[in-house]
């Protein structure tokens, strides 16, 4: 058998290092049920590279010791990001600013982003909330962006402003996977119009 209590649930952020706690405290009794940090570890958070839209942008990568180079994945969001071709991106130094790099950089800082979006404004951490892995295609060779099975594809077009790696964009495909796991609207007719455009405002507000 279960024991539910009912209590506070509050968010804090240290002003003095950014680090971030949730803290849940008995409604009755004040007592602190429990406190957790919101501030995971698993990756290099000190990358910086280049975006098409964005600039320089700081984001998580990994290192990948038996190969020496680091990888465009990021364990903590469980998002890892490959070429069109289902390549891995990799990186000697962690600076990714070749032309290469660009449409990748983009996708997955935009990826990180909008996961980090989702769980501070609505506690969402994955689309499903429950940290479902989700791979992302860069520079997809189809001049489009879509969501599906569990997967994000974003079309590269040769890159620049032709590029679909655009943070709204990212966002809206991300918001398909989250109404997969909610909703999921089926995607025709007015339900399908549902979809599109939750994805709309919601690639909107990332």
Not at 11 to 25: C, G, K, P, R
Request: aromatic fraction near 16%; glycine fraction near 12%; include cysteine.
């Amino acid at each position: 058998d279960k024991a539910f209590l009912i209590c506070y649930k509050f968010n804090i952020v240290l002003a003095e290092d950014h680090s971030s706690y949730t803290a849940y405290v008995n409604a009755l009794t004040w007592d602190v049920i429990s406190i957790r940090t919101n501030v995971r570890n698993c990756g290099i958070g000190t990358a910086t590279g280049t975006t098409f839209y964005n600039g320089t942008q700081t984001f998580v990568t990994k290192w990948t010791g038996s190969i020496g180079k680091y990888k465009l994945y990021d364990d903590c969001r469980k998002i890892y990001t490959y070429d069109g071709g289902g390549s891995p991106y990799k990186d000697n130094d962690n600076v990714w600013t070749d032309t290469d790099d660009r449409e990748g950089v983009s996708v997955h800082w935009g990826l990180q982003r909008t996961f980090d979006f989702f769980e501070y404004a609505y506690n969402l951490t994955g689309v499903d909330g429950f940290y479902q892995q989700v791979d992302a295609l860069a520079d997809w060779t189809n001049g489009n962006a879509q969501w599906g099975s569990n997967q994000v594809r974003i079309g590269g077009e040769g890159g620049g402003f032709n590029s679909y790696a655009s943070l709204d964009i990212i966002g809206h495909e991300w918001t398909h996977g989250v109404d997969e796991y909610s909703a999921n609207l089926v995607y025709q007719d007015e339900s399908g119009a549902l979809d599109e455009s939750f994805a709309d405002i919601f690639g909107t507000m990332v």
